[in-house]
């Protein structure tokens, strides 16, 4: 059995490429790898899409020609030519797969290096796959170990301490943007998790914070919960306020900084909508695909996730340090969750090699009874005996093949002993 993952994301592919290929919602993530697992090549797959990338993990006994399934539907999915998504693509195959894996849920592949969002996303996806039955045990082995992984780097680096997010980045940018003035009114758009966290980071950060969303209710309920959540960060009332979607419009054009987050499939914001004013607005789009139309208009700067490369630039060298004490920790724990697959496989055939003993002493000692060699009262004597000369002699080869289960070549010694032994069924 091999893993494969199939990677888009910001380092090889940009923001306009990622909108076509991106999932916008669960129907369009389970028609795909509903598809793609209709090829019995295929045995799991985890689909994971954010606005930073689009991960693609599977289970196989061929990653070449699923790769190239892969891709294909990929292609078809987003209308993109195949050949141009193999060469854009970042291909992953075994221990290299396991590899990224963990490396993406400990949040070193991530845009903001140590980013807090990205295992709750992966376990989401995972837990789409499951219940769907998309993915079973060798994928479950694999995502269950990553979190550890990323528990472990998290622990060890404290990487996630404080707040790192794309949207915590956005209204760090937008700090710099004013840090001269305390009375600029921040539009959030969305009242999902991201504009969640862009709300608490703009209070946090002391602007006043206008929502509006087309589902009041959702924006009135996330309002309330950040006024009282009692996290220790108190805010007024009269410092965060909801208003309609219908004056979406006035809103825009009223205001000088605005975060949109939504999860609509199409931009929500066109340059129809704008009116021409005396104050320059700052727009930062932190949504796939993005919100914000393919507008160019006086004095709106509109900033998109990957426009946010500067901060991270800094968050990147200020974590230099750490990161590469993660990176350690994401490549040994990479060799231990082999190390302890090969486990899973030589306990079963040490168990069955033992078996099979037992099954030739019992089977020679009732011949030898029946042909009068021994006395049937001295079976359980001779039975002993036997067991403890078949002990002796198979205890240095199978921890000589322990030993070697963990090596390289491990698979091949675990199917030579298979075939030595006559254990292919078992």
């Known amino acids: ?51 930073n990338r689009i991960e693609l993990v599977i289970s196989t006994p061929n990653s070449k020609e699923s790769g190239k399934i892969a891709i294909s539907n990929f292609a078809q999915h987003s209308s993109l030519d195949s050949s141009e998504l193999f060469h854009r693509a970042d291909i992953y195959d075994n221990e290299s797969a396991i590899h990224h894996i963990f490396t993406v849920a400990s949040s070193l592949d ?48 404290q990487l996630g301490s404080g707040s790192v997010s794309v949207a915590s980045t956005a209204v760090a940018q937008a700090k710099q943007l004013y840090k001269e003035r305390n009375d600029v009114k921040a539009l959030v758009i969305g009242a999902g998790e991201m504009s969640e966290l862009a709300c608490r980071h703009l209070l946090k950060y002391g602007f006043d914070v206008v929502i509006c969303s087309r589902n009041m209710k959702k924006a009135r309920v996330l309002a309330h919960s950040i006024i009282s959540d009692g996290n220790g960060d108190e805010y007024k009332a009269s410092q965060i306020e909801v208003r309609s979607y219908d004056e979406l419009g006035l809103l825009l054009n009223s205001m000088e900084l605005m975060i949109t987050a939504t999860s609509a499939p199409y931009p929500i914001i066109k340059a129809e909508m704008l009116n021409e004013i005396d104050f320059t607005r700052n727009w ?30 800094d968050n ?79 205890h240095h080869p199978t921890t000589k093949l322990k030993n070697l289960s963990n090596s390289h070549d491990g698979d091949i010694f675990l199917g030579t002993a298979q075939s030595l032994f006559a254990l292919e069924e078992e």
């Open 110 to 157: 991530s845009l903001v290096v140590g980013e807090t969002q990205i295992a709750g996303q992966l376990k989401d996806a995972f837990k789409f796959s499951i219940d769907k039955g998309y993915s079973a045990q060798k994928l479950s082995r694999v995502i269950h170990f990553s979190f550890k992984c990323a528990a472990k780097v998290r622990n060890a680096t």
């Open 1 to 51: 059995m091999e893993y494969l993952v199939i990677s888009f994301t910001h380092k090889n592919t940009d923001i306009a490429t990622r909108e076509k290929i991106a999932f916008n919602n669960d129907l369009e993530k389970d028609a795909f790898l509903k598809k793609i697992l209709l090829n019995d090549i295929i045995n799991e797959a985890i689909l994971l899409s954010t606005c």
């Open 284 to 313: 930062f789009d932190i949504a796939l695909p993005r919100d914000i139309d393919n507008i160019t208009f006086k004095d709106v700067n509109i900033y998109s996730v990957d426009d946010l490369q500067c901060i991270v630039d």
């Open 316 to 394: 990147m060298a200020l974590r230099a340090s750490k990161a590469k004490e993660a990176y350690s920790i994401v490549g040994s724990m990479t060799m231990e969750f082999y190390n302890w697959l090969n486990t899973l496989s030589i306990e079963p055939i040490i168990k069955n090699i033992h078996l099979k003993s037992e099954e030739i002493i019992e089977k020679k000692l009732q011949n030898a009874i029946k042909k009068h060699f021994i006395r049937a009262e001295d079976q359980e004597n001779i039975k002993k005996l036997c067991q403890t000369v078949m002990s002796e002699f198979l």
